[in-house]
């Protein structure tokens, strides 16, 4: 069985710190890995992805691959109130890109 | 560029009865996936469909299907409906396997009474 591990939170932090989304994965197969941001009641947000090992930036987010060890983080820089949202981590699941295996989201509040 | 187009919005059916939903990609989008999220289960990938072609499907009954036409629309399908199925249905799409960076619509809350 493939599998996405999760914090389910809630994550709390302060306005202007950093938050730090943390995920696993069990396929060793898995090729791609992304970060959605959901809002309560709405659709998920693809914010970043990443492919290769190491970081990758893109404004006030910075995604992080091991493979080796089968991990993936997102970190957010300069928290705002309005990153509160549930973070979810998925992971192609081989073969076809357009199998995506969901972990069950980290919810994070950024307190003012 | 509009987005991802899934209609209905909301749905409300009875036990038994069957349910079709619709989702128009993005423009230029050839793979259309499906997936249903409760808040139990969290998000959980049904069947994803490239060219026409169903490529993956997901650990549901054969109760759910679905298919995608030429235009690369794709439409779900859940016959016999049970209580169970209440549930956000979303559809993502994407350009394919090289670029397989997948973008949601708004989703059909689905109630089954």
């Known amino acids: ?112 | 560029k509009a987005g991802v187009t899934q209609t209905p919005r909301y749905l409300i059916k009875t036990r038994g009865q069957q349910v079709t939903l619709s989702c128009s990609p993005i423009s230029g989008h050839r793979s259309v996936s499906w997936y249903q999220q409760t808040p139990g289960q969290g998000l959980q990938f049904l069947f994803e469909y490239f060219s026409e072609t169903q490529r993956n499907k997901g650990n549901f009954p054969g109760r759910f299907s679905g298919r995608q036409f030429s235009n690369s629309r794709s439409e779900m399908n859940v016959s016999t409906l049970e209580l169970g199925d209440s549930a956000l249905y979303l559809c993502a799409s994407s350009l394919g396997d090289s670029y397989p960076e997948a973008f949601f619509g708004q989703g059909t809350r689905l109630t089954v009474v």
């Open chain 1, 1 to 112: 069985q493939k599998e996405v591990e999760q914090n389910s939170g809630p994550l709390s932090v302060p306005e202007g710190a950093i938050a730090s989304l943390n995920c696993t994965y069990s396929d060793r197969g898995s090729q791609s890995f992304f970060w959605y941001r959901q809002y309560s009641g709405k659709s998920p947000e693809l914010i970043m992805f990443i492919y290769s090992n190491g970081d990758k930036e893109d404004g006030r987010f910075t995604a992080q691959l091991n493979k080796a060890s089968q991990y993936v983080s997102l970190l957010i820089r300069d928290s705002q109130p309005s990153d509160s949202a549930t973070y979810l981590c998925a992971v192609s699941s081989g073969g076809s890109q357009g199998n995506l295996i969901f972990g069950k989201g980290t919810k994070l509040s950024v307190k003012p």
